[in-house]
């Protein structure tokens, strides 16, 4: 995956979901969190989750 324009989650064979920053559209590098069941789909929302980085955890939502 590149930056092809892709935004949202995708779960790999790992377990790890990565999240696409909705407001340009591309993969964030590096920017993958574990155990997530679910996104919220907001685009601030979302931006905002993927900058904080991977110390984000599902209590944090």
């Excluded at 340009?24 to 979302?46: E, M, Q």
Aim: aromatic content about 12%.
């Amino acid at each position: 995956m590149g930056n092809n324009g892709y935004s949202g989650w995708t779960q790999t064979q790992y377990g790890t979901v990565v999240i696409a920053d909705y407001t340009c559209g591309s993969l964030l590098a590096g920017k993958s969190f574990i155990g997530w069941r679910s996104l919220l789909y907001a685009p601030n929302v979302v931006s905002e989750v993927a900058l904080m980085g991977p110390k984000v955890n599902e209590e944090a939502l």
